[in-house]
């Protein structure tokens, strides 16, 4: 075993929802939904990540990075592994 607690060796990206004004997404791999209020982004196997507000775009996209900004409301984790 490696040491490190299970979330960090088999998790491979991570969001930082920012007081509810934007979310940084890190380890995504794609957007499958894109809509001012409800945004669903591929992230690890069958698992998604859906984030649902007011007013949101996407205001940085580069790599496996993403931002997303407006009125957030909610970010959750969907599906299996």
């Given at each position: 075993?490696?040491?490190?607690?299970?979330?960090?060796?088999?998790?491979?990206?991570?969001?930082?929802?920012?007081?509810?004004?934007?979310?940084?997404?890190?380890?995504?791999?794609?957007?499958?939904?894109?809509?001012?209020?409800?945004?669903?982004?591929?992230?690890?196997?069958?698992?998604?990540?859906?984030?649902?507000?007011?007013?949101?775009?996407?205001?940085?996209?580069?790599?496996?990075d993403a931002v997303i900004v407006g009125e957030i409301g909610a970010v959750?984790?969907?599906?299996?592994?």
């Open positions: 075993m490696t040491g490190l607690p299970m979330d960090t060796v088999f998790v491979s990206y991570r969001y930082v929802n920012l007081s509810g004004k934007a979310v940084y997404i890190q380890g995504h791999k794609g957007f499958t939904v894109i809509s001012e209020d409800a945004m669903t982004l591929k992230v690890q196997g069958k698992k998604k990540l859906s984030v649902t507000g007011k007013g949101m775009r996407v205001q940085y996209l580069s790599g496996d959750a984790e969907e599906g299996g592994l």
